[in-house]
């Protein structure tokens, strides 16, 4: 069934700054999704939560053209999930685990399976190759340099996806991002991946960015300017903006009475611009934006030529998954 939702379509104005442009078209309505850019502006997408807790997962594969989403059919596909990492390398979307919830109560199943979608085949495939540990809440990173997709996920060593084959590879540095799940990633150069923000397992956010270096493979810890930067978050959306900046929005807090069982969580409706200077330093701007769309966790944000989309996402506090036109 085709959902009616809305995308957001934010446009870069030389003269201007950043604007946020309402756009109306069907598409998936879903939060924790994957997602991950073919080329241009094309955007592939499947599964995600389709509601609030409680709500089903779904198993729909969707294309987007630049104009305008439509379902992709296929006769072998992944079981439904949400929270699995994902990312594009030769126009092929790789799935990396997830979480199926199942039925309320059940506790779900984590998943270590990866999926290949071939967008010149039209077609999925599961690979014989496992994640050596079941996991969800982790991110994929493409580095074309490297030819390969980069796994982050709570633990300490990352996992490297090359030539169909997963590894676990060791990284170094003084301060490395161990311990923290829905970070937010993004390629930086052809070399390296910048990461940003997270929480542990005991909902201790962070407010942090890194970049892990693929030559070396040694994680930097930025040191953030002087000025004005994104507090403390998780779940967070990003995309990449040229060899060293990152362009984030959204994700959530917590409030100073602490987690309490979601109820907790602030969402955040700001758009950052986070720019790396010298691979050591952050630079923070926030945007001004005339109107915006409302705070939410769980969205994706995917580069569609010189503008950006903003697909799906969850308020936990309204329980909302959004479909307002923007």
């Not at 094309?42 to 089903?56: D, R, S, Y």
């Not at 580069?303 to 036109?325: A, M, N, R, V």
Request: charged share 20%; glycine share 10%; aromatic share 10%.
């Amino acid at each position: 069934m085709i959902l009616l939702n809305f995308l957001l379509l934010l446009f870069l104005s030389v003269a201007n700054g950043w604007m946020w442009s309402k756009v109306s078209s069907q598409a998936p309505k879903v939060s924790g999704h994957s997602i991950g850019s073919l080329s241009g502006d094309e955007i592939l997408l499947f599964g995600g939560l389709t509601g609030a807790a409680g709500a089903p997962c779904t198993d729909n594969t969707w294309y987007f053209n630049g104009k305008q989403w439509s379902l992709v059919e296929s006769s072998q596909k992944p079981r439904v999930r949400m929270y699995a990492a994902s990312a594009v390398l030769d126009r092929k979307f790789y799935i990396f685990g997830g979480w199926d919830p199942m039925s309320p109560g059940s506790g779900g199943e984590f998943l270590d399976d990866i999926w290949e979608f071939d967008w010149t085949k039209k077609s999925w495939k599961c690979l014989d190759t496992k994640l050596p540990y079941p996991v969800s809440r982790h991110t994929a990173c493409a580095i074309s340099n490297e030819h390969s997709i980069i796994i982050h996920t709570y633990k300490e060593d990352i996992l490297l996806f090359k030539d169909n084959v997963i590894a676990q590879q060791e990284t170094k540095g003084e301060d490395q991002p161990t311990g923290y799940s829905m970070c937010a990633v993004a390629p930086l150069s052809r070399t390296k991946m910048v990461l940003f923000g997270g929480s542990t397992k005991t909902q201790q956010m962070s407010q942090d960015a890194y970049v892990l270096d693929t030559e070396t493979w040694t994680w930097t810890k930025l040191v953030s300017d002087d000025g004005e930067a994104p507090s403390k978050m998780s779940s967070c959306c990003a995309a990449p903006m040229g060899d060293n900046q990152m362009l984030l929005f959204g994700g959530a807090g917590i409030k100073a009475t602490g987690y309490e069982g979601g109820m907790g969580l602030v969402c955040e409706d700001e758009t950052w611009l986070l720019t790396v200077v010298d691979g050591t330093k952050a630079q923070w701007t926030k945007t001004d934006c005339p109107t915006k769309p409302a705070g939410r966790v769980a969205a994706s944000l995917s580069p569609i030529g010189s503008s950006f989309l903003l697909q799906g996402g969850y308020d936990p506090i309204s329980k909302c998954t959004f479909e307002e036109p923007w």
